[in-house]
Nanobody, 120 residues
């Protein structure tokens, strides 16, 4: 059973930074793609970033490109999302997700989510 546990969220001022962590367990993730999604109040869940477990081929939503960085520490089984130059529109619940390569995100595993609030 895959378990994904997010941490590192909270309140930050505009133009500030946060680093989210996602501790992954329950599988050997070699053939997995790891991702971050977010859902703001009243909006649908949206893709933020993803990367192969091998730490190759990162991809980003246009809205976060150049500000957010996804990375993976294979030894610690942890996925990170470094978020810089945060803006109020980045306020959302952020979810860590894992899917087997070739499958869909909807069929994958999800964390419980963590709140990020950007406000002065």
């Amino acid at each position: 059973q895959v378990q994904l546990v997010e941490s590192g969220g909270g309140l930050v001022q505009p133009r500030g930074s946060l680093r989210l962590s996602c501790a992954a367990s329950g599988r050997t993730f070699t053939r997995y793609v790891m991702g971050w999604f977010r859902q703001a109040p009243g909006k649908e869940r949206e893709f933020v970033a993803a990367m192969w477990w091998s730490a190759k081929s990162p991809s980003y939503a246009n809205s976060v490109k150049g500000r957010f960085t996804i990375s993976i520490d294979n030894d610690k089984n942890t996925v990170y999302l470094q978020m810089n130059n945060l803006a109020p529109e980045d306020t959302a619940v952020y979810y860590c997700a894992a899917r087997v390569a070739g499958s869909t995100w909807d069929s994958g595993d999800w964390g419980q989510g963590i709140q990020v609030t950007v406000s002065s």
